[in-house]
């Protein structure tokens, strides 16, 4: 699947969480909110680990990243993320450091289109 045609960020996941979380607004605020503070330090890990070469730290980190992001709805850094661990699992690490710039671009967006699309929008309905 090509990410570029997958959505940024699909709000219905959020909607979910949020109900799965008793429709705690706060609850899930405060989920999206940790996701969006530990995006540096995951996209790092991830650079870091697929850079040196390191392939179980990179799927490790990779792993991580491809989940909570798919609890989020950010369903576009969830695919590049599946193609980076795709990528690794075909013994392509180049290619896979390739995907790195995209994989940051896409994760810049996505935690603005979070901050904007649900942190700041009303969600008490």
Not at 54 to 74: C, N
Not at 98 to 117: R, V, Y
């Amino acid at each position: 699947m090509d990410p570029e045609r997958v959505s940024l960020f699909c709000p219905e996941v959020l909607q979910s969480l949020q109900e799965f979380l008793g429709g705690e607004k706060s609850l899930c605020s405060h989920f999206v909110l940790l996701y969006i503070d530990m995006w540096p330090g995951r996209f790092k890990r991830i650079y870091d680990a697929v850079k040196a070469g390191h392939r179980e730290d990179a799927m490790d980190a990779a792993l991580s990243l491809r989940t909570a992001s798919a609890m989020v709805g950010a369903q576009r850094l969830s695919e590049l993320t599946t193609e980076i661990i795709h990528l690794l699992d075909s013994g392509k690490p180049t290619a896979a450091i390739k995907t790195l710039e995209t994989l940051q671009l896409c994760g810049t967006q996505t935690m603005t289109k979070l901050k904007i699309a649900y942190l700041t929008l009303d969600h008490s309905k």
